[in-house]
């Protein structure tokens, strides 16, 4: 298994560019969820996907778009990249959603970095 | 919303020391508190995690302590090897109103010191 993968790992935009960020997971998990982590931040949860349809937002989800189409792949849409918007984006996945009992390990793939002039 | 405060920022110890990273949440409903290491350039690795229905939980040099009534949760790290050296970082799940996501606290960067 591959696990959680993301494409690039790194890109550079200018304002107001548009581009979409890859997650793909080959382990069949429901839950898949994308967060973005600033200097002194954290990890801030943007949108989540509970299972292939569904997808719901979370803390900072201005700015960005989701679907879920395949339970395999979630990607990340920026419409109208913005400066604010340089961050590193990471992709995680789990069996099922966070909040069920027989939650398993979520597990985080390697990064994009997006820096947007 | 939950709101996750996590200290100290820096943690700098020899090695072979104990470290202990803490963390308070706001949100009396949360029940899920994982703990996760990030070294440089990589993702986050989930290494320990801990439920509202327990208080402790150990997993070889590693444990957990949870405390619900005070709304707070410890990380507690024995006999620290260089490897230990990374940027950890708690978080609570929130899951009410239908909503399924983590918040996470701001990090702290432990230092082993040889």
């Known amino acids: 298994n591959a696990g959680v993968t993301q494409t690039p790992k790194f890109q550079v935009l200018k304002t107001g560019q548009s581009m979409t960020l890859q997650c793909a997971q080959d382990?069949?998990?429901?839950?898949m969820s994308w967060y973005r982590q600033d200097p002194g931040m954290g990890l801030r949860l943007i949108h989540y996907?509970?299972?292939?349809?569904?997808?719901d937002q979370g803390e900072v989800p201005n700015g960005y778009n989701v679907s879920r189409s395949t339970t395999e792949d979630f990607p990340l849409r920026l419409l109208s990249a913005a400066p604010s918007q340089t961050s590193v984006y990471f992709c995680?996945?789990?069996?099922?959603?966070?909040?069920?009992?027989?939650?398993?390990?979520?597990?985080f793939g390697p990064g994009t970095r997006l820096l947007v002039l | 919303g939950e709101n996750v405060e996590q200290h100290p920022s820096t943690l700098s110890v020899q090695e072979g020391d104990s470290a202990v990273i803490k963390c308070t949440y706001s949100?009396?409903?949360?029940?899920?508190f994982p703990w996760y290491k990030q070294e440089l350039g990589k993702g986050p690795q989930l290494i320990i995690d801990?439920?509202?229905?327990?208080g402790e939980k150990k997993d070889q040099r590693i444990a957990v302590t949870l405390n619900k009534t005070a709304k707070h949760f410890s990380l507690h790290i024995t006999e620290t090897q260089p490897e230990d050296s990374a940027v950890y970082f708690c978080?609570?799940?929130?899951?009410?109103?239908?909503?399924?996501?983590?918040?996470f606290g701001k990090g702290t960067h432990l230092i082993i010191q040889p």
């Open positions: 995680a996945s789990s069996y099922s959603k966070l909040s069920s009992v027989f939650q398993e390990t979520q597990y």
């Open positions: 382990m069949n998990h429901e839950y």
């Open positions: 996907s509970v299972g292939a349809g569904i997808t």
């Open positions: 949100d009396s409903a949360s029940n899920y």
């Open positions: 801990i439920r509202s229905n327990v």
């Open positions: 978080a609570a799940l929130h899951s009410g109103g239908g909503a399924d996501g983590l918040t």
